[in-house]
């Protein structure tokens, strides 16, 4: 049949254009990769077991103001620790599956021993030995699917403030298992990977920040902290003395 001569032609594909990532593709990390550096305008987009998951908009009270406290906590104690990284919803590069973007992390510099590192084009790859979330409540993949994947790929310690539920969990990472941290007799939690980093989880819930900061300054002050700090230095001096 002829074609009519107002029939507009048939617009050719694009056989080099990305698809759009979607929640609830299945990718492997490269392929999830390629899609989210042809997004420039996303801000964040995770695989979680090959599974992509992408965040609706961000409430301030219940994700964006506890985010912003946890990284201030984490970014304090880096400046008072060298040799130590502190990050925010930056990609982790974790294995052919995974590629989380946790909502705040800490780790050891790869000079100083930490079992991460910063590739050529900036992503952390491998496990931060902390990593913080904020998640709304126990029912969280947070809790669930992602927390399988840190433990996997040995995430040491493991918070997750749960802000529906009023509650911090830290997790520390024991014979391949999350076990809970028991706070001591203060109610405080005491990092067993990062000496000095404390926290008042009631105080950082009720907003009590210089309250958080007074007990992190505590942590600092200690002589684990201090022989920590020195082990640190030692540590990227035998580094850089064998290359």
Request: net charge negative; with cysteine.
């Amino acid at each position: 049949m002829p074609k009519a001569v107002n029939e507009a032609p048939p617009v050719a594909k694009d056989p080099g254009r990305l698809p759009p990532l979607e929640s609830g593709d299945r990718l492997t990390r490269d392929e999830f990769e390629r899609r989210y550096d042809a997004m420039p305008h996303l801000k964040k987009a995770e695989l979680v077991e090959g599974v992509v998951y992408m965040s609706s908009a961000v409430k301030h009270r219940g994700h964006s103001k506890p985010q912003g406290q946890i990284v201030w906590w984490l970014v304090s104690y880096e400046a008072a620790t060298t040799g130590t990284d502190a990050g925010d919803n930056g990609s982790l590069r974790l294995d052919l599956d995974n590629m989380p973007q946790p909502d705040a992390f800490l780790r050891l510099e790869s000079e100083c021993g930490g079992q991460s590192r910063l590739g050529d084009d900036g992503y952390v790859e491998g496990a931060p030995e902390l990593v913080a979330e904020v998640a709304a409540s126990s029912a969280s993949y947070d809790l669930h699917a992602k927390l399988h994947v840190y433990r996997r790929n040995r995430v040491q310690e493991y918070v997750v403030w749960r802000v529906l539920d009023k509650e911090i969990d830290w997790l520390v990472l024991l014979g391949g298992e999350y076990q809970r941290l028991a706070p001591d007799a203060a109610g405080i939690y005491k990092s067993e990977v990062f000496p000095g980093l404390w926290l008042d989880p009631e105080a950082l819930k009720r907003k009590d920040l210089a309250r958080v900061f007074a007990v992190l300054q505590e942590g600092l002050s200690t002589s684990e902290h201090a022989a920590f700090v020195q082990r640190l230095a030692a540590t990227r001096q035998r580094g850089g003395a064998e290359r």
